[in-house]
């Protein structure tokens, strides 16, 4: 049999590959909450010694800086204040605290059909991060980002298959009043997505007027407390080893309020944390775990997500690496002691350093979003669309993501070993007396279906067909699905009644 024939005998199935109905969550390629944990980067004996060197460090260094609200809240479950004023954690009180703390947390969507289900290894891929820059493709440039980029990329997110959650990738620079920014932040994400939503506060005070605002959206405060589809991005921390005294207030204030909350410490290898990788989980480790200890002594099983986030550093240079092998592992680290302590955890992966999406970007983003993945991280942070380091954020990398994703997921899953897969009868009949090949056989066909990705942009055709039709450009055809997208009402606006009542009540940026 030629190429050609082969090509020809093809036909047939490439007519199946484009799904005419969607298929049942459960016979879905790839979808949300797949389990990973394939991968551990760590020995059982490194993720013993990382575990008791956080507690020698939560013990012997403590946390500088907690404000009087969580000294009174963790001392009255057993920590220590010392006379340096740091407070320090006795290993039994860590211990029983992890013990304890909520290993199922649910993070609702708008619509129910989006809720995540963090626990064990279950994987779920979003946005996240706070670039201050739009990345122009056209004009290969970057600019402030504004309200409207924040809106829009909720809109493609809400669009995207293997995008699970949105939390906020961007800064409105468009908006200079803090308070209006935060605000208006909950606002464009939550109009134009039905999926979970990330954001963070500036001040208490905020936090207590979006909380009036998710009433008004969720349509009264039980119903938002009952199904709250909006989590605190809280970095309660600044590295090394010290308590963020305001934003530890304003994750109280989420707490009580009834909001989830990622306890976000982001300390960067060889700056703000121990340039060995290990050190540098070590740290994150002790923070967050000193952070649950501080959940918990507030609100005992409240919903919290474990968000180690180091980050490496160039140590040429001591700029950020996001996109290098390092940052693979570190993350991928950093999710197997998630699994360690079974406490649902998020960290970053899918970032690039570099500057537009180009090959640079692909192989950054693909090998630590394959790594988190296969490493069980719940939450995998900053996953799609993040340029520069963190500093930027492109709509086409975002819809280009998708698709990386998609093939990140397929790699997640493994491959199924079962009585039908191992496919011993199909070769029976396709070798002796069959066609002497399987490309239109029903297992083939049938598993098209539910066992194969295909890319929604990624181009797979011949030389020759690229050519005849015209050398299609990957940059081009994501800006033409973005234009398509954005073209078409959001699914996600709110009702008449509600849309007023917010306006009512806020200043909005964005045109009704």
């Not at 939503?197 to 208490?204: C, D, H, N, Y």
């Not at 993350?331 to 699994?339: E, I, K, L, S, V």
């Not at 066992?451 to 015209?470: A, C, F, H, I, Q």
């Not at 959001?490 to 940026?509: G, M, P, Q």
Request: charged share 20%; with cysteine; net charge negative.
């Amino acid at each position: 049999m030629t190429v050609q024939t082969s090509r020809r005998s093809g036909g047939r199935a490439a007519r199946f590959s484009a799904r005419t109905a969607p298929l049942a969550d459960h016979l879905r390629p790839v979808r949300a909450g797949l389990s990973g944990g394939q991968y551990s980067p760590l020995t059982d004996a490194g993720v013993a010694r990382i575990h008791q060197a956080a507690l020698a460090a939560l013990s012997e260094i403590g946390l500088a800086n907690a404000p009087a609200s969580g000294i009174a809240a963790m001392t009255a479950a057993g920590a220590v204040l010392g006379d340096d004023g740091r407070l320090r954690f006795p290993a039994a009180l860590v211990e029983d605290t992890i013990a304890r703390a909520n290993r199922s947390v649910t993070l609702c969507g708008r619509d129910a059909r989006h809720d995540l289900h963090l626990s064990g290894s279950r994987v779920h891929y979003g946005t996240a991060g706070a670039a201050v820059h739009m990345v122009d493709v056209d004009g290969r440039t970057y600019r402030d980002s504004t309200v409207q980029d924040l809106h829009d990329a909720a809109r493609i997110a809400d669009r995207l298959d293997n995008i699970h959650f949105v939390q906020r990738p961007m800064v409105c620079r468009d908006i200079p009043d803090n308070r209006e920014m935060d605000l208006n932040t909950i606002y464009a994400c939550c109009a134009g997505t039905t999926k979970h939503v990330g954001t963070s506060f500036t001040e208490v005070a905020f936090a207590r007027d979006a909380l009036e605002m998710l009433h008004i959206i969720a349509g009264g405060e039980d119903a938002w407390r009952a199904r709250p589809f909006v989590s605190n991005s809280n970095c309660f921390v600044v590295p090394p080893m010290k308590f963020a005294t305001e934003s530890c207030e304003v994750m109280e204030t989420c707490i009580r309020g009834g909001m989830p909350v990622l306890l976000l410490s982001a300390g960067q290898a060889g700056a703000t944390a121990p340039a060995s990788i290990a050190g540098a989980i070590v740290q994150a480790v002790a923070e967050c775990l000193a952070g649950l200890v501080y959940v918990n002594a507030i609100a005992p099983g409240h919903p919290a997500i474990f968000g180690t986030w180091p980050f490496v550093s160039d140590l040429r240079t001591g700029a950020m690496s996001g996109g290098s092998g390092e940052q693979a592992l570190l993350t991928a680290g950093c999710a197997q002691m998630h699994r360690h302590y079974a406490l649902p955890g998020g960290a970053a992966a899918g970032i690039a350093d570099a500057k537009l999406p180009d090959m640079q970007a692909g192989w950054e983003q693909m090998c630590s979003n394959v790594m988190a993945g296969l490493s069980g991280l719940n939450m995998v942070y900053e996953a799609a669309g993040m340029h520069a380091s963190l500093l930027g954020f492109c709509h086409e990398s975002l819809i280009l993501g998708d698709d990386l994703i998609g093939q990140a997921l397929r790699c997640l899953r493994g491959i199924e070993v079962s009585e039908d897969s191992v496919s011993l009868e199909v070769m029976r009949a396709t070798c002796i007396g069959g066609p002497g090949h399987y490309l239109g056989s029903d297992q083939t066909l049938a598993l098209m279906q539910t066992d194969y990705v295909y890319p929604t942009l990624g181009d797979r055709t011949s030389p020759k067909e690229w050519l005849e039709r015209d050398r299609p450009d990957l940059l081009q055809r994501a800006t033409a699905l973005k234009t398509r997208i954005l073209s078409q009402p959001s699914a996600a606006r709110f009702d008449a009644v509600t849309e007023a009542a917010l306006r009512a009540r806020y200043t909005i940026h964005l045109p009704v």
